[in-house]
């Protein structure tokens, strides 16, 4: 179970870095495929750095691709209602918004990649630390897990493409179109990678301001 926490930590810490260094040190342009290589690649440098073994874990714990594939969307369903709950108390508590979250919708316009990058430190270390308290009440599936954690990263970066095609998303995925309001009306579609959150609490919307 430490590991685990470690794991999910370290896997944090890298993804953050890994963008800081290419935005401020190397002078580079982070498109949103730049974004989704990184979202991606650093979970498993991460897995490599603690020589987790997927073929050692999958026969010790007999898991199978169901296994796998209904974890993922246990963990896809935790971090989505986790990060809507958080970003909602952020929204309605006035200080925490104007001290904290208010740096997330400085920005205006259209969303873009480097515009989904901007928040306040205690912002994604707050529901980070809210996450890890969530994982050590069930025994973790490392392999779930850091599928689940790279979908929804790279989730979160594609709500801030400014793509606005929404025919091609499922009902109940959230699509840029609906984060795109979210920054324009402030109090509607909290959620980032499922929408069922906000439409079981009647803040989601499908009109813009």
Not at 158 to 186: I, K
């Amino acid at each position: 179970m430490h590991d685990f926490i470690v794991l999910f930590l370290v896997m944090h810490l890298c993804k953050y870095v890994s963008c800081f260094v290419l935005l401020f040190f190397l002078g580079l342009n982070i498109d949103l495929y730049m974004d989704f290589a990184i979202n991606i690649i650093v979970p498993i440098i991460v897995l490599k750095m603690y020589s987790f073994s997927v073929q050692e874990y999958v026969k010790k714990h007999k898991v199978n691709i169901v296994h796998i594939v209904f974890g993922v969307i246990y963990y896809t369903l935790l971090l989505d209602y986790i990060f809507t709950i958080h970003h909602y108390v952020m929204h309605m508590n006035q200080y925490l918004y104007t001290t904290v979250h208010y740096v997330h919708h400085s920005s205006t316009g259209t969303l873009t990649p480097i515009k989904g990058m901007l928040s306040h430190p205690f912002d994604g270390l707050s529901v980070s630390i809210l996450i890890v308290f969530a994982i050590v009440t069930f025994e973790p599936n490392p392999i779930s897990f850091t599928i689940a954690y790279s979908m929804f990263s790279v989730m979160g970066i594609f709500l801030h493409s400014g793509y606005n095609n929404e025919d091609m998303f499922w009902p109940f995925l959230v699509t840029p179109a609906d984060h795109q309001r979210h920054h324009n009306c402030v109090t509607v579609n909290y959620g980032v990678f499922y929408s069922i959150w906000d439409r079981l609490s009647g803040t989601y919307s499908h009109v813009n301001c």
